[in-house]
């Protein structure tokens, strides 16, 4: 096993990247493989929330840093999925306790024993950014789809860009088809068409999908939801298998051209 | 002062440090002053700093590397200041700045323009935003310029692609600048002195091309030939 490390961006805040590594984390694992998510948000920790782990923390990645806990006892096993861990963030500490070698050094010893790393990138474009994406064979910016998340999403493609970074592929999230038909928010195609990277998935607004993180049970475990859907579709796509867009708007025409947009360059 | 610091000069300045390099071979440079640092922790630790490396020329991998060991000891590299325009557009790349507010003499040598036709930018990316290029010449863009993107030229700018950010052409003065795009709609638009706002701008995208025409600024359909 060699594993591929994926991190989650967005630049901007709260726009779902925590959300999306629970829910990819979950998909991959419930489809048989093994995955370690690294919570990248030092001092604001959530994931383990979202994940429902959070009273089984005991060590945190800084305690793996600093020498004060081998990398398996920091390792928490999911309640349900055997094959799914999380290293969680430290609480008490900030970023600067974590360097981008650490983080390489961290993935480095995970690799032989995975096949996936998630890692949940902070906002902003600083240093627990830049710790979080130090050691992707992949990155996938998250966005939604308003015009100041794009345009951080832009600044962030810029930077991964111009540190020669494999290239990303997007996530948009939170997309409602009423919404866009009344021309109140952007469409999935205003947004692909500035940003120009190749797409991996739309996921649409659900309400369901907070009440998942609230409880600890990501929805991409539930086969009914819509959100959950696209999660789990995403989850197929980072395996490098071909799965067609899900058809959020009833209308054809549009989601016809996604396809063909998503496919492009 | 033994050898290895007379390499290195530092300066205190406002909002932090600026360190200015010679022109010595870069790994000699960079491990000069990271020993420097290595050696004064608490000088440095948490510092904002500004490096001046002139007439070095450095590439992306290079400057991630400096500012990454910069940002294992505490150190947030800002700014790169640079005589080379290669070093200055991979600073600009990598989001730093390329300024410090107090201008260097140096910046005076493009004030005159004088500019020959040879002198022109080429870049063939897509701008994304929070990139700034300034130019002492020509511009020519074989991409988009997306939004929170800014283009600064002396000379003339041309987009070969989608104009959405900000741009000013002739900024030294020069009323013969021009700024031209296959889909002209920028945010910021400036020609010389003169400055457009857009936003009433309801043209279908077109190839359009602005400039100075009886010291007003005016956009007309422009049909590259
Ligand atoms: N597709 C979605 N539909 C509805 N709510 C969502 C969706 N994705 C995320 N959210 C909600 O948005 C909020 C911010 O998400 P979060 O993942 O914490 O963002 P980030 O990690 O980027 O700061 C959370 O309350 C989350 O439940
Ligand atoms: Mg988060």
Redesign the pocket.
């Known amino acids: 096993m060699t594993a591929q490390v994926v991190t989650i961006s967005?630049g901007?805040?709260?726009?779902?990247?925590?959300?999306?590594v629970a829910n990819i984390a979950f998909a991959l694992a419930a489809s048989g493989s093994k995955v370690v998510c690294i919570d990248g948000?030092i001092g604001l920790r959530?994931l383990d929330v979202?994940m429902g782990l959070e009273n089984r923390i005991v060590y945190d990645i800084v305690d793996v840093i600093e020498g004060r806990c081998k990398l398996r006892q920091a390792m928490i096993r999911d309640k349900h999925l055997p094959e799914l861990y999380l290293i969680p963030a430290a609480q008490t500490r900030d970023k600067n306790a974590v360097s981008p070698s650490d983080m390489k050094r961290v993935c480095d010893e995970i690799r032989p024993e995975a096949d996936f790393v998630l890692i949940?990138s902070p906002?902003g474009i600083e240093r627990g950014f830049r710790n979080a994406i130090a050691p992707a064979d992949r990155v996938l910016v998250?966005t939604n789809p308003e015009v100041s998340a794009v345009r951080d999403a832009d600044r962030v493609i810029g930077i991964l860009e111009a540190e020669e970074k494999h290239s990303p592929a997007l996530i948009i999230?939170?997309l409602n088809p009423d919404l866009v038909k009344q021309h109140d928010m952007l469409s999935a195609e205003d947004v692909l068409d500035l940003l120009g990277i190749k797409l991996i998935g739309i996921?649409?607004?659900?309400?369901s999908?907070?009440v998942g993180?609230?409880r600890g049970v990501p929805v991409s475990q539930d086969p009914k939801s819509r959100?959950g859907q696209a999660f789990r579709n995403i989850a197929h796509r980072l395996k490098g298998e071909e799965v067609p867009f899900l058809d959020l708007d009833k209308q054809a025409g549009l989601w016809d051209r996604i396809q063909k947009m998503a496919g492009r360059r | 002062m033994n050898d290895l610091h007379s390499l290195i000069q530092i300066k205190g300045l406002r909002d932090g440090l600026l360190v200015s390099l010679n022109d010595a071979p870069w790994a000699e440079q960079q491990s000069a002053l990271l020993t420097q640092m290595d050696q004064q922790p608490s000088f440095f630790q948490g510092a904002r700093l500004a490096l001046d490396v002139g007439s070095q020329i450095l590439h992306v991998n290079e400057m991630v590397d400096l500012r990454d060991q910069l940002s294992e000891r505490n150190v947030l590299l800002w700014a790169v200041l640079s005589e080379s325009p290669t070093t200055e557009q991979t600073a600009q790349l990598l989001g730093l700045a390329t300024r410090i507010s107090k201008p260097r003499p140096e910046e005076t040598r493009f004030a005159s323009s004088g500019l020959s036709d040879e002198t022109a930018l080429f870049i063939n990316k897509t701008l994304r935003s929070g990139t700034r290029v300034e130019f002492p010449g020509h511009v020519v863009v074989l991409g988009d310029v997306n939004p929170g993107a800014e283009i600064v030229a002396v000379g003339s700018i041309i987009i070969w692609g989608r104009l959405r950010g900000a741009v000013h052409a002739g900024s030294n003065g020069d009323g013969s600048a021009k700024v031209c795009a296959l889909d002209f709609a920028p945010m910021q638009l400036r020609v010389a002195k003169e400055a457009m706002n857009l936003n009433e701008d309801k043209e279908p995208a077109s190839p359009r091309m602005a400039f100075i025409r009886d010291e007003r600024l005016v956009i007309e359909s422009w049909k590259p030939s």
């Open positions: 967005s901007k805040g709260g726009v779902g990247k925590t959300t999306a948000d959530n979202v949940d906002a998250i999230n939170r996921v649409p607004e659900d309400e999908v907070i993180s609230n959100a």
